[in-house]
């Protein structure tokens, strides 16, 4: 007989409490409605249980590339003009191969300079020369490569940190396997789906370049107040006539930015001096010197804030500015404050996205599955109970007990993890009491067979558990191990039905071993020398 069987029966009641409280925390009452409350506020359901917004997305990845390779031609033209190397043009004229870089007019005593500079200052592009003194300067494939890969990561990580900051519970943001540079979105209850799509989509590239000239009412008009040809390192961009305004105009800007978003540390909602909703930002510790430099050195001038290509503002540089700023505007109202400050703070996606497919899961269809699932798993939870009581007579309630203590478990991990309940989760639930059935009837089935060969029932109970016990481990071994598979290459609620599956058989070893032997034991230690077991 087991000497420890008190302190096995405390470490079973203390794990049944901790996980009583993972699935109603501390109700706010003993009722039904009060107790359904704190369960549905700790179990988080997934898309198909609770509605909400299914996307698949396309990651444009060229975007990514151009803006590697425009980086490369600002590289070359620099490094060329410093070592004093004559060209005629450099261009990029295959639109389907942004990769590709051509710089025409080298002459052929500059071939070796040339060379050199591309591989100091651009070590993942290969230079080779071709006809009429033309170089193409190509990315190479590795390089390209991690470059889209590195894009379709971003662009997951921004989107999620969008998508948290909404408050958004639980939602699905991985790569779509089923498709090159896709991502799979998927929003439980969200009531706004098209405002989560415009926010997602953003880009909310902030930069801040030196503003030329401008406005202007046309790009003929700045052509011609420049005498047909802008000025080097510089380009037009659009905007407005004036902050709040609707008329549309023209500046003309420096090509390369003083700061840009990846030098944000922060930005906020807030008002401006005339009480409008605008937003403030700090930079980073870098950006901010670099700021500080560009400022210092333009006091008088003007500086154009640029969100996604367009100009919002412009403003004179009245003194040196370190590390913080405003963007406002007369049409900006609190959300788009809000919204605006939350893009900039999450980063600015890598390239451009877009929307294959979007499916709108509604709450009835969630209602339908919860009850459909709910009454399967009550309807055969209910029957395995019966079952057992019947077959296995006293003995059964031992193997109600431990089927019980596992559902319990299983949906205390749910609630403490944080873990969504899907669908096919709740089949998982299902499986999990189909396998905890399977391991009692081992156990009870062997320890039959040692009472029919005429063993005492210490006797019998003690060689059924050690004998069941190898067949046991195997089984649930196995069936773990495809679990792990599935969740790590299946998608939502594959992976949802695999976690459910896999705690529910760590819990089903605890459940069919340790807690059904030490009702076993307990039984036995009130029965006499001798007495029947009920089984």
């Not at 007989?1 to 993972?22: H, S, T």
């Not at 980086?71 to 590709?100: C, F, W």
């Not at 380009?235 to 003083?258: C, I, K, N, T």
Request: net charge negative.
């Amino acid at each position: 007989m087991n000497k420890n069987l008190g302190w096995k029966l405390v470490v079973i009641v203390g794990i049944l409490l901790v996980f009583v409280y993972g699935i109603f925390g501390v109700p706010g009452g003993v009722s039904g409605r009060a107790l359904l409350a704190s369960l549905q506020k700790r179990i988080n359901l997934g898309l198909d249980l609770k509605g909400g917004t299914h996307l698949i997305l396309q990651v444009q990845v060229a975007d990514a590339v151009n803006v590697d390779s425009d980086n490369a031609v600002e590289i070359l033209k620099s490094g060329m003009r410093a070592a004093k190397i004559n060209y005629a043009d450099v261009t990029k004229p295959d639109p389907n191969h942004p990769e590709q870089v051509v710089v025409k007019g080298v002459p052929p005593q500059s071939s070796s300079d040339l060379r050199t500079l591309v591989q100091d200052k651009l070590p993942e592009y290969d230079a080779t020369s071709g006809a009429n003194n033309t170089w193409t300067v190509t990315m190479r494939p590795t390089a390209l490569n991690d470059l889209e890969k590195n894009a379709v990561t971003q662009a997951i990580e921004t989107i999620r940190n969008r998508i948290d900051q909404l408050g958004v519970s639980e939602p699905i943001i991985e790569e779509h396997g089923l498709g090159n540079h896709q991502i799979l979105v998927q929003l439980p209850g969200v009531d706004d789906p098209a405002r989560v799509k415009e926010i997602m989509q953003s880009t909310a590239m902030l930069e801040i370049r030196q503003s030329l000239g401008g406005p202007y009412p046309s790009q003929e008009a700045a052509l011609q107040d420049h005498s047909g040809v802008l000025p080097e390192d510089s380009v037009l961009m659009q905007g407005h006539s004036r902050p709040g305004s609707d008329e549309q105009a023209w500046y003309l800007v420096s090509r390369v930015p003083a700061v840009s978003g990846k030098d944000l540390r922060d930005a906020q909602p807030k008002r401006d001096e005339n009480g409008q909703p605008s937003v403030g930002f700090t930079l980073t510790n870098e950006g901010g010197q670099r700021f500080y430099s560009f400022t210092s050195a333009h006091i008088g001038d003007s500086l154009a804030v640029v969100l996604d290509n367009k100009v919002q503002e412009v403003a004179t540089i009245k003194g040196s500015i370190r590390d913080q700023g405003e963007i406002s505007g007369g049409s900006m109202n609190d959300q788009q404050s809000k919204d605006l400050s939350m893009i900039l703070r999450s980063g600015a996606l890598p390239a451009g996205i877009k929307y294959l497919e979007e499916r709108t899961v509604g709450p009835s269809l969630g209602s339908d599955s919860i009850r459909a699932g709910v009454r399967a798993a009550g309807v055969g939870m209910t029957a395995v109970l019966i079952f057992m009581l019947v077959y296995y007579r006293a003995a059964g309630i031992n193997a109600d007990v431990a089927l019980i203590l596992n559902l319990i478990i299983l949906l205390g991990f749910l609630g403490y993890t944080g873990a969504t309940l899907t669908l096919p989760g709740i089949a998982g639930v299902i499986l999990t009491v189909g396998m905890g059935v399977d391991s009692n009837v081992l156990i009870f089935e062997r320890i039959r067979e040692e009472l029919r060969n005429g063993k005492t029932p210490p006797s019998a109970v003690e060689q059924g558990f050690g004998h069941a016990w190898i067949t046991i481990v195997d089984t649930h071994v196995t069936t773990i191990v495809s679990a792990i598979i599935l969740f790590l290459f299946g998608t939502g609620p594959v992976r949802g039905f695999a976690v459910t599956l896999s705690f529910g058989l760590f819990a089903n070893l605890f459940t069919a071993v340790f807690v059904s032997r030490v009702i076993f034991d307990w039984v036995l230690s009130r029965k006499r020398v001798g007495e029947a077991l009920s089984i």
